[in-house]
């Protein structure tokens, strides 16, 4: 069959490289496999597989070359989107799926029809809404926040107040999810998105659940690779970008209650950065705390970890879940929305601690005291490529 991933970016980030994965995936599995990315970024995200044909289709531009598609973005950006925040999306997407029906057009010319188009992102979907395909799959990858609520950005429509918020969150659910084929990447997600169905008036054509891939060979081949800043010694990692809905803060906080004195290395860089070593340095643990900023392959610091830590207030999947145990390392996570439950299940529950400091400093002190567990491959099953590959297809 042949397939096209369609991504907003390819920049490095956990959604983008799930939509690379899912491209190896379908390759791997033997299939005719593309990768179209909608905008340009510095140092892009690539398949492993040589057989992904990549593409770059810069939507923007090109919708705003047409000139009726530069009108409906002034129309939104001036008139709609001051009432309706977060709503630009319904002057570009008008122009942008007319621009993606017209290359897919040229594409499949030169190429041959496509079977599955599997849409990755809130973003991706928001460039293109107009356009409509029974092949297409659209993968929400976030917990969705149906109503008014802090504690961070989640896949969300447009804010405001009273009837105009309402009328925002309608529109996007009418205009984005309304009769499309949905995918779900965890049952925490198809679980917010049934809320929002309810509260935003929207039926999708059809909604399943069907999980990321763990490229299980390519991550146990790259975590072996030479780092020489890694330390020497044991020490805890937590991988994410450094942004509040990750709370490293809370990491910190049980960190320095648990009394535990294995180096703690973040990875990952962000809005958060400064605030984080300004807190490190109140908590008194800068001596043993290391920022070690955004690494290209951040698997070799997961494999020689100790231990792996997640504390984010909500999780679409947390793949960094499974690509720690992947890594051969154990794991521990704050209970949070989401599909974290989806990972830890089964004996791997006990990993999961109730979202306090007093819940995460003991468990801190728990997962470290002994030696390294062994970790059982059978706990990845449900994520391997060939599976998840084979339910887009038979979706």
Same mark, same amino acid.
């Given at each position: 069959m042949r397939t096209l991933v369609v991504v907003r970016s390819l920049k490095m980030g956990g959604m983008e490289r799930v939509a690379v994965n899912l491209a190896d995936a379908f390759a791997e599995a033997g299939h005719d496999s593309h990768l179209l990315?909608?905008?340009?970024?510095?140092?892009?995200? *690539?398949?492993?597989?040589?057989?992904? %044909?990549? $593409?770059? #289709?810069?939507?923007?531009?090109?919708?705003?070359?047409? =000139?009726?598609?530069?009108? +409906?973005? #002034?129309?939104? *950006?001036?008139? #709609?989107?001051?009432? @309706?925040?977060r709503s630009v999306y319904l002057g570009t997407g008008i122009m942008g799926g007319a621009v993606f029906w017209l290359w897919l057009k040229v594409f499949e010319r030169k190429y041959g029809k496509v079977d599955r188009i599997v849409f990755r992102g809130a973003g991706?979907?928001?460039? &293109?809404? %107009? +356009? *409509?395909?029974?092949?297409?799959?659209?993968?929400?990858?976030?917990?969705?926040?149906?109503?008014?609520?802090? =504690?961070g950005r989640r896949f969300t429509a447009s804010g405001g107040v009273g009837w105009l918020s309402s009328l =925002? *969150?309608? &529109? +996007?659910?009418?205009?984005? &999810?309304?009769?499309?084929?949905l995918v779900a990447v965890s049952s925490g997600?198809?679980?917010? #998105?049934?809320?929002?169905?309810?509260?935003? $008036? +929207?039926?999708?054509?059809? @909604?399943?659940?069907?999980?990321?891939?763990?490229?299980?060979?390519?991550?146990?081949?790259?975590?072996?690779?030479?780092?020489?800043?890694?330390?020497?010694?044991?020490?805890?990692?937590?991988? =994410?970008?450094?942004?509040?809905?990750?709370? $490293?803060?809370l990491l910190l906080r049980a960190y320095a209650r648990s009394g535990v004195r294995l180096p703690l290395v973040l990875i990952g860089d962000g809005q958060e950065r400064q605030r984080l070593q300004s807190l490190a340095d109140e908590l008194e643990i800068a001596d043993r705390t290391i920022f070690a900023g955004q690494q290209d392959n951040p698997y070799p610091w997961m494999h020689q970890a100790r231990l792996f830590v997640l504390t984010s207030r909500f999780e679409g999947m947390g793949i960094v879940l499974f690509e720690a145990l992947a890594c051969g390392t154990p794991v521990i996570s704050v209970d949070c929305p989401g599909g974290i439950r989806d990972i830890l299940k089964g004996e791997l529950e006990n990993n999961i601690v109730v979202r306090s400091e007093d819940a995460l400093a003991e468990g801190l002190r728990q997962h470290v005291s002994g030696s390294k567990p062994p970790i059982r491959d059978a706990w990845l099953d449900d994520f391997l490529p060939e599976r998840v590959a084979e339910a887009f297809l038979e979706s």
């Open positions: 990315s909608l905008r340009k970024v510095a140092n892009p995200l *690539r398949p492993e597989r040589a057989a992904v %044909t990549q $593409h770059l #289709l810069p939507l923007n531009r090109w919708a705003r070359y047409t =000139g009726v598609g530069v009108l +409906f973005e #002034l129309i939104a *950006r001036l008139l #709609l989107n001051p009432l @309706l925040k991706t979907f928001e460039q &293109l809404w %107009t +356009f *409509r395909d029974s092949r297409g799959r659209y993968v929400l990858e976030n917990v969705m926040q149906a109503k008014e609520a802090s =504690g =925002g *969150r309608k &529109l +996007f659910g009418r205009c984005l &999810l309304h009769k499309r084929d997600v198809a679980d917010s #998105l049934r809320e929002a169905m309810k509260i935003w $008036h +929207f039926q999708p054509a059809s @909604l399943q659940v069907i999980t990321n891939p763990c490229p299980l060979q390519s991550i146990r081949q790259r975590m072996l690779e030479p780092q020489p800043d890694i330390p020497n010694e044991p020490y805890l990692v937590s991988v =994410g970008r450094l942004v509040p809905a990750k709370d $490293h803060a």
